[in-house]
């Protein structure tokens, strides 16, 4: 009888790569949703930011309640990674610890029941089976780990080193793997994709990329994910813009908007440059642009934060994720002073959050009566009548789901490619009809 394992991945999608791959080493075990009932339990745990720490620490004592006698809880990732000896002493509730080089071993580690931390960042190649899960269509494809950026306020390098990229080589025969399995829509995902291929004196990695990828047969949609301001450049712009296959995506993180603050963060580009590629990117036909910011950072003024507000209302973008500052010991922010006081940054993420959503239901509102090639997920948890959707300009997870209440066509296929006509919006959600097949 296969012994029965259940699975947690928290964090980004970079994450969720890492937890396929060990999914790819245990196929000897049962996947079960029931930690009670399972033999082995694996937190892929984040370790970004302080909510994200609180969360991996919560899961994991949560999953110790529940499981049963004679099983091995296992944390795994980047929280273990970067507090190995703390969390070791202080969590005796976990049976083994690794971290974040180790997830093509992690059938070893169990079998020896020994914790183990490898010196190196585990990277993905196209020798590693993963079990993608959540769709049948969609695959996220990792490009790189680590990151050469000196961010002030961020602690990932200093557990997940520098830039190291996969070659190109390498992403292409994954890619064409996994269309040999069915799936045709991919986001490119690393800590900073618009640096793919710069550790391997290659600058423009990403163009190179986007070349490869049209070439393959079988991928119909594709995006990249996490460009950095710094080195994103207009030719990669109109590369994508030009592009049959990538969808007309764009996902910049700016943290912020006023120069000052933008220098204290070491985001190595200023206000001026960062305008000017949002422009640039709006300029595509038919684009949707997302941005990540961070409001509270220490210093930042009330009359910073007023600036990056009108920027982010001015600006029209399509999401945007708003962050309130997490002080991380070993970065350079950790020691700038005055600190903003948690209330204050609660209150300047409200009210950001007022105008995001006011410029998201602008973009909900434009797609109003234009028809997209959408993928047909499966039923919505909203309502046992309506199906979930996501069209291809939007990338999974992240961007919301189209609710489908009326279609054409009949005998619907999950995870397959239709024709949507947007009808309605419900709140911060779109109302669709299916009018087509968009397979062929």
Known sequence: MNKKLHVVSLGCTKNLVDTEVMLGRLRDFSMTDAPEEADVIIVNTCGFIDAAKEESLNTVLNLHEARKEGSLLVMAGCLSERYKEELQKELPEVDIFTGVGDYDKIDEIIAKKQSRFTPHVFLVDENHERIVTGSKAHAYIKLAEGCNQTCSFCAIPGFKGKLHSRSLNSVVKEVKRLVAQGFYDFSFISQDSSSYLRDLGVKEGLIELIRAIEAIEGVKSA????????????????AIAASPIFQNYFDMPIQH???????????????????????????????????????????????EFEALCQFIENFGFDRVNIFEYSDEEGTDAYDLTPKIDPETIHERAERLGEIVKKSTIASLEKMIGNTYETIVEGPSQEHEYLLSARPLIWAPEIDGEVLINDSDVDDIVYDGLYRVKMTERAGMQLLGRITGDARS
């Open 257 to 303: 908007i006023h120069p000052r603050v933008l220098k204290a963060m070491k985001r190595g580009i200023g206000a001026e440059k960062i305008t000017q590629l949002l422009e640039a990117m709006r300029r595509v036909p038919g684009s949707f642009v997302r941005t990540s910011v961070i409001v509270g950072f220490p210093t930042e003024s009330d009359e």
């Open 223 to 238: 995006r990249i994910l996490y460009l950095y301001p710094s080195t994103t450049s207009i030719d990669l712009i109109d």
